[in-house]
Every structure is written in C-alpha cells, then in structure tokens.
C-alpha cells in the first residue's frame, strides 16, 4: 500500500515537472532497445550530434557512429537528444533523482542498470562528477549499478561510482574498447574478446570484474 501511494505522487509530480518543462508525455529515458534488456534504462546526457568528443577530437568512430546516424534518419530521436541534453544543465541534482525514480519505479521490468551515453558523452568534469553521486545514490537506494562509455581523455574519472567503458587507453576505465573493420575482426587472435552486438548474450560491459580490451566489429 505505501509502495502504490508512493508511486501515485511521484506519477502526479513527474506530470507537473514534465508540464512545467515543457516536456508534455515525451519519453525523456528509455527501457533497453534493440541490443540492451528492458531492465536497462538508458541516459543521455547529451546528443550525438553535437557529442563532445567527436568536436574535441577524441571519438575514434565518429565517421560509422550508430547514433548519429539513428538521429540523422530519426528526427524525433534527435528532437528528444537535443532537448534532453539543453535540460541536463538546467536541472538539479533533485529532479533528476525524481526523473529517475519515476521511470524506475514505473519500469515494465525491475530495473538493474542504468546506462549512460547511448549517444554523445560527458560535456564536462562537473557532469563526470554529478553522475557519480547519482550514480552512488542509484546503488545505495535501488540496488541499480550504473555504467557509461566515453572518449574524454581529458577528464578525471578516477573513483567515479559508476562503470567505465572507454574506447582511449588514456582513460582510467573498467575497460577497453577497439573499434576494428569486419576484416580484423574476423582475423583476431583466438583469445580476442569480441564483443557479441548484443548485451542481452554478455554482461561485460555491466560489471567490473573483467578489466582489459574488448574489440567491436564497426558497423
């Protein structure tokens, strides 16, 4: 019973704040998709198109990016990214808590990770921080482990609270990923971890057990 009342508010709070932000019934995260289990809820913080990385010079895919071209082909997908990722600066540390504990709580499944960065990257040190206690609260409050992937070498994320999968050895990450063409790919030492395209079949990316490199076929 306080479980239902407790979700009645926050049902009740997230369509004023929706309302208030201009958001209407916009889906702003989203439950797994064509390679990720709907216990996943996906975060961007901001779009591929204006990714930092790739305007920094670090993306090394940014030539056969997935998302972009989802959001080239998707006008909605990039209406939602662009807008999202203008909001990511304008909201608190509590309304994103809010924003959060509204989809977790009304998840079609039970929620086990939160994935940041489907498209773009952290904009900046702040951010890399912010996500970290959220990241925190996320673990200490649901039991939700976060994970992101990111090219910025030139920020900290040493002791984040958050799972790092970087595609830059310069980065202190979990791991490591290498965007290699079907050729390589398919010409990798038999002891290559090969990423399998979906992460319904593999949990590397969720965990912190397995540190080291994992290759990825391009698209």
């Keep these: 019973m306080k479980t239902i009342i407790m979700k009645t508010m926050m049902n009740t709070n997230i369509i004023k704040f929706q ?4 958001l209407g019934n916009m889906q702003v995260f989203s439950y797994g998709n064509a390679k990720l ?20 010079g670090f993306c090394r895919c940014s030539k056969v990016c997935y998302a972009k071209k989802c959001e080239r082909i998707y006008k909605a997908y990039l209406h939602k990214n662009t807008l999202i990722e203008s909001y990511m600066y304008l909201w ?9 504990m509204y989809y977790i709580l009304n998840a079609p499944v039970k929620i ?13 040190q702040q951010s890399v921080d912010r996500w970290s206690n959220i990241g925190r609260w996320l673990y200490k409050v649901f039991g939700i482990k976060t994970y992101c ?11 984040v609270h958050f799972i790092v999968n970087s595609s830059s050895p310069n980065i202190k990450a979990h791991r490591w990923f290498f965007c290699v063409d079907k050729f390589q790919f398919n010409n990798l030492p038999n002891n290559a971890v090969r990423c399998k395209g979906d992460c319904r079949k593999c949990n590397l990316c969720f965990n912190s057990r397995y540190q080291g490199v994992i290759y990825c076929k391009q698209h």
């Design 19 to 22: 309302e208030r932000w201009g």
């Design 37 to 56: 289990p709907k216990e996943t809820l996906i975060v961007n913080i901001t779009s591929a198109v204006h990714c930092p990385s790739e305007r920094l």
């Design 92 to 100: 608190d540390d509590k309304d994103l808590k809010d924003m959060l």
């Design 112 to 124: 086990k990770y939160v994935r940041l960065n489907e498209a773009g990257d952290f904009p900046d």
């Design 149 to 159: 992937y990111t090219c910025r070498e030139d920020l900290n994320f040493s002791g």
